[in-house]
């Protein structure tokens, strides 16, 4: 009992807390809504509804086949103290030891883009995270990397039609724990998983695919070795673990099919009739995140899962930067919970409804819930909302954010999961972030696992190269 009221008068504070970094903006956010002009189209623009639909159009570079640009050459040693892509951050430290590693690869990623049309992202990321409490025999502690490269290289433009890119994705996943150690599996939260860096495979190529616009961007179609949850029903406040959220009731969800949160092949496809609305569409193969090669081998194999996303993107105030997105995402699959083969099929359906709004420049709020099918999820229902806010405390390149979840498992017997996050992510360096995040998982999902509150205390570090 005593633990219980802990973790009620924790989430207590944090909300409290939340609601009164956030009072201003709510207030703005309010005022916006009423005085808009009625007559005024409160949809976002078409560059609005592009930038919030979830598909990468490579911001901030020339596409590599079009008119002739000047030749940029290469100048590996001049300074480049924040990452390219960054924006103004705050350093809380000017020194920085990893400038003679990440000033040359910075100017080549410069080089690359200007004259190429290449845009990367080089990052690692170490999760340190350890339990107040596990199952008997599991340990209560594990570290995590992931070193990540990713390429994105846009290709080529037809005027009047769209543009056209491929991307690439590369990491390496390693468990640095002294066990194999699953966390979610040791304290038992069948159905949330709290340590999303780690990885069953130690090197893999995540994505893997093409992707050309037509109608100047207005229909994209993509196919290849894909995540589905890039394209549909994402949540830009908690799609990033690397970043925000570790818990994946906030990164991505669990009420969803087996398969949606992994990498699959499969091709997609959006469409922008007008401005301020979309709609996203994908059909990949679930069985192929199991394989351990490419993940194109199961293509043909009889399993789908296909969904359709619809969505309103709004844009709000006086200067229209109140975004928000309000969707609902529908899918069917024949890949269930028990099926290893073609000759084991499930069908069942699942829903997502998502409601995501700035109330200010740098603070968001979202609302989630989703429901599945028993047989084919890990979760039958789950509900979750949050706040994220960026550059806190006038600090650029800081942000903090607090997401809520309750999580129905889809196994009999198991409990009703509570979950309460917060992080403070701080830019130490220009190289460096490191995040301290708490975890309050309230009745764990697993009934071997002992009731009440167990909190999971998390260290990580991310080196943006």
Same mark, same amino acid.
């Given at each position: 009992m005593q633990r219980r009221t802990f973790g009620t008068t924790a989430f207590a504070a944090l909300t409290c807390a939340t609601i009164c970094l956030g009072d201003d903006a709510t207030g703005r956010f309010l005022q916006a809504l009423s005085t808009s002009d009625l007559q005024q189209s409160r949809l976002g623009s078409i560059s609005q509804t592009q930038d919030l639909a979830l598909f990468w159009l490579v911001p901030n570079v020339d596409p590599f086949f079009s008119p002739h640009k000047s030749f940029i050459r290469l100048n590996l040693n001049l300074p480049r103290p924040l990452p390219v892509n960054d924006g103004r951050i705050d350093p809380l430290i000017g020194i920085d030891v990893f400038?003679?590693?990440?000033?040359?690869?910075?100017?080549?990623?410069?080089?690359?883009?200007?004259?190429?049309?290449?845009?990367?992202?080089?990052?690692?990321?170490?999760?340190?995270?350890?339990?107040?409490?596990?199952i008997a025999g599991q340990a209560r502690y594990?570290?995590?990397?992931?070193?990540?490269?990713?390429?994105?290289?846009?290709?080529?433009?037809?005027?009047?039609?769209?543009?056209?890119?491929?991307?690439?994705?590369?990491?390496?996943?390693?468990?640095?724990?002294?066990?194999?150690t699953s966390l979610g599996n040791a304290i038992g939260s069948n159905v949330v998983l709290v340590d999303s860096v780690t990885s069953?495979?130690?090197?893999?190529?995540?994505?893997?695919?093409v992707q050309q616009g037509f109608c100047d961007d207005r229909i994209l179609v993509g196919a290849g070795k894909?995540?589905?949850?890039?394209?549909?029903?994402?949540?830009?406040?908690?799609?990033?673990?690397?970043?925000?959220?570790?818990?994946?009731?906030?990164?991505?969800?669990? !009420?969803?099919?087996?398969?949606?949160?992994?990498? /699959?092949? %499969?091709?997609?496809?959006?469409?922008?009739? &007008?401005?301020? =609305?979309?709609?996203?569409?994908?059909?990949?193969?679930?069985?192929?995140?199991?394989?351990?090669?490419?993940?194109?081998?199961?293509i043909g194999d009889g399993l789908y899962l296909v969904g359709a996303e619809a969505g309103l993107v709004t844009s709000l105030g006086a200067s229209k930067d109140l975004i928000g997105r309000y969707s609902v995402f529908v899918c069917n699959t024949n890949s269930?919970?028990?099926?290893?083969?073609?000759?084991?099929?499930q069908y069942g359906n699942s829903a997502t409804f998502m409601a995501q709004q700035f109330l200010d420049r740098d603070l968001g709020v979202w609302l989630t819930y989703q429901?599945?099918? !028993?047989?084919?999820?890990?979760?039958?229902?789950? /509900?979750? %909302?949050?706040?994220?806010?960026?550059?806190? &405390?006038?600090? =650029?390149?800081?942000?903090v954010g607090l997401g809520l979840a309750w999580t129905d498992s889809s196994t009999a017997g198991d409990r009703q999961q509570k979950t309460i996050e917060t992080y403070y992510r701080l830019r130490l360096t220009g190289s460096v972030e490191i995040s301290a995040d708490i975890q309050l998982?309230?009745?764990?999902?697993?009934?071997?696992?002992?009731?009440?509150?167990?909190?999971?205390?998390?260290?990580r570090t991310k080196i943006k190269f």
């Open positions: 400038s003679p590693i990440a000033t040359p690869l910075r100017n080549l990623e410069i080089w690359m883009r200007e004259n190429f049309g290449v845009r990367t992202d080089l990052y690692n990321c170490t999760v340190a995270q350890q339990a107040s409490t596990s594990a570290i995590s990397n992931r070193l990540n490269y990713r390429i994105d290289w846009k290709a080529w433009e037809i005027p009047g039609i769209g543009l056209g890119s491929i991307t690439a994705n590369f990491r390496v996943n390693n468990n640095w724990s002294t066990q194999d069953n495979q130690n090197i893999n190529l995540r994505r893997l695919f894909i995540l589905p949850n890039d394209t549909t029903a994402a949540n830009f406040f908690a799609d990033d673990e690397t970043n925000q959220f570790l818990a994946s009731c906030f990164d991505g969800g669990n !009420a969803m099919p087996n398969g949606w949160n992994n990498y /699959l092949p %499969g091709a997609y496809a959006q469409f922008i009739p &007008f401005q301020g =609305f979309y709609v996203n569409t994908l059909a990949t193969s679930p069985m192929g995140a199991q394989d351990s090669g490419t993940g194109f081998e199961t269930g919970n028990s099926t290893t083969g073609a000759g084991s099929k429901l599945s099918d !028993a047989n084919i999820s890990p979760a039958a229902q789950e /509900l979750t %909302g949050g706040v994220g806010i960026e550059n806190v &405390f006038g600090r =650029f390149g800081d942000g998982i309230d009745d764990p999902s697993n009934p071997q696992a002992k009731g009440g509150a167990t909190w999971v205390f998390g260290l």
